[in-house]
């Protein structure tokens, strides 16, 4: 599947650039053409098949019933050339990984608490969720704090 800045999906989204690429799917951002202002995350999986339509599925359910601060809104779902794609809320603030990466060093004491905070915030999303019976693989967040 080939995707395009401009390129106009599900009558109603217009791709503005890619957000990120990871082994399951690649999110873009996108503008809600009928709402106008509304910025959204569009995931495409990077390889349909059964067994990873499947799988996206399942992630779509988890996040449908989810009213969590720190899990991303889910709004819908729809097929673009027989491959499905995930509509989210956009999080304008960027992803973990980034932020870390994108660290200030002005105040390192500053810098430790906020990562610290985030981290609190992180094991406050994961107990709500595996209180839901829901497993969420995040060894890519902690790659950074292993180092």
């Known amino acids: 599947m080939t995707l395009t800045t401009g ?4 009558q109603k989204y217009r791709l503005l650039r890619t957000l990120g690429k990871g082994g399951f799917g690649e999110v873009w951002l996108a503008q809600d053409t009928v709402l106008g202002e509304r910025h ?3 995931k495409f999986l990077m390889a ?4 990873n339509d499947v799988a996206f599925l399942v992630e779509m359910r988890a996040l449908s019933h989810l009213n969590l601060p720190g899990i991303v809104t889910f709004h819908h779902h729809f097929r673009h050339q027989n491959q499905l794609a995930l509509v989210m809320a956009y999080c304008a603030g960027g992803s973990l990984s ?3 990466h994108d660290k200030q060093t002005d105040d390192s004491v500053g810098w430790v608490n906020q990562v610290a905070d985030w981290v ?3 094991c406050d999303t994961l107990t709500a969720v595996h209180a839901r019976q ?3 693989h995040v ?3 902690f790659q950074y704090f292993a180092a």
Request: aromatic content about 0%.
């Open 7 to 10: 390129q106009h999906l599900d």
């Open 48 to 51: 349909s098949s059964a067994e």
């Open 98 to 100: 980034r932020r870390l």
């Open 40 to 42: 959204v995350a569009i």
């Open 134 to 136: 829901l497993v969420h």
């Open 120 to 122: 609190l915030q992180l």
């Open 139 to 141: 060894h890519q967040a």
